[in-house]
């Protein structure tokens, strides 16, 4: 396996280079594939990569999952909220309608996180050296995958867009997110590592 050095410096070049027009898409999408067991390991080495990114010029700004989730959640009407925690004091191990009501929070049309992204992926535009960096996907587990907001946005990355992606890739576009979803192929990106 790839060591996670050696496949963001491949990465690096990867963006330097930009897509080729053999791919499906030409969006500047790459995925950085690594090991869930690997996650530590990542985080790690983000603020070494996010210096590594400002020396070869670009202004990274960072899209954190996990931080997005958590300021939606916050949001969420607080009579929702109650009828949680009572359906929780109710039957604590029930997991199952807290988590589909929280995923349905997070894919409500017009305010969930496809949304705060797109508006995202929109400032960053205003800066030509811009560069996204998306973080904390293993967040969205169990409520949805990245991929599924990738594809709502087609069309609209426009800037280099980097996905740290814990999972495991099983072709040249498939990925397997965690390592336990079913495998998915619906990627219109470039894949590092894996």
């Known amino acids: 396996m790839s060591s996670l050095k050696s496949n963001f410096d491949e990465l690096v070049a990867k963006i330097k280079q930009g897509r ?14 690594f090991s869930p ?3 530590v390991a990542v985080k790690r080495q983000k603020k070494a990569w996010l210096a590594r990114l400002k020396t070869e010029g670009w202004i990274v700004k960072e899209f954190s999952v996990a931080e997005q989730i958590e300021s939606l959640l916050k949001k969420i009407n607080p009579a929702v909220r109650k009828m949680w925690e009572a359906a929780d004091k109710k039957d604590p191990l029930n997991f199952n309608k807290v988590t589909q009501s929280i995923a349905n929070n997070l ?3 017009g305010e969930g996180l496809k949304e705060v992204f797109e508006n995202f992926l929109l400032e960053a535009e205003k800066d030509p050296n811009a560069l996204i960096l998306v973080t904390d996907l293993e967040a969205l587990h169990p409520y949805m995958r990245i991929g599924s907001i990738e594809s709502g946005l087609q069309g609209k ?21 965690l390592g336990f979803y079913p495998e998915d192929g619906n990627y219109r990106s470039l894949h590092v590592g894996g």
């Open 20 to 33: 080729e027009f053999t791919h499906a898409s030409f969006e500047p999408i790459y995925y950085l594939v």
């Open 37 to 39: 067991d690997e996650i």
């Open 107 to 109: 894919t409500k049309e």
């Open 157 to 177: 990355f426009n800037v280099p867009t980097v996905f740290l992606y814990p999972g495991v890739r099983t072709g040249k576009t498939r990925l397997k997110f």
